[in-house]
Nanobody
Framework: EVQLVESGGGLVQPGGSLKLSCAASGFSFRRYAMRWVRQPPGKGLEWVADIDNNGGAYYGDSVKGRFTISRDNAMNIVWLQMNSLQPEDTAVYYC???????????????RGQGTQVTVSS
């Protein structure tokens, strides 16, 4: 059974940083692309970033240059380093599993329970 457990969220002031983690189990992590998405309060899911199984990374326009996605295939973890956080980054953040090594070819599903990020002074 695929399990994804996100952690690392919290309350941070504008301009601050957080690093989210997603621990994966129940599948061959190294074979699949991974994705971070977020859901701001009262809104739908928004794509944040993808990472291919070999580390190729892709970002949404709203986070490009501020966020970095990375992974460790030996530890079965994917991270999201978030810098220069702004109030509009407030959301529940989820990691999701692709069904291909390439993020571009993947359909994503199997979301975790999410971790809340709140950016406020």
């Amino acid at each position: 059974e695929v399990q994804l457990v996100e952690s690392g969220g919290g309350l941070v002031q504008p301009g601050g940083s957080l690093k989210l983690s997603c621990a994966a189990s129940g599948f061959s992590f190294r074979r699949y692309a991974m994705r971070w998405v977020r859901q701001p309060p009262g809104k739908g899911l928004e794509w944040v970033a993808d990472i291919d199984n070999n580390g190729g990374a892709y970002y949404g326009d709203s986070v490009k240059g501020r966020f970095t996605i990375s992974r460790d295939n030996a530890m079965n973890i994917v991270w999201l380093q978030m810098n220069s956080l702004q109030p509009e980054d407030t959301a529940v953040y989820y990691c999701t599993k692709g069904n291909d090594a390439s993020a571009n070819r993947s359909k994503f599903s199997a979301r975790g329970q999410g971790t809340q990020v709140t950016v406020s002074s």
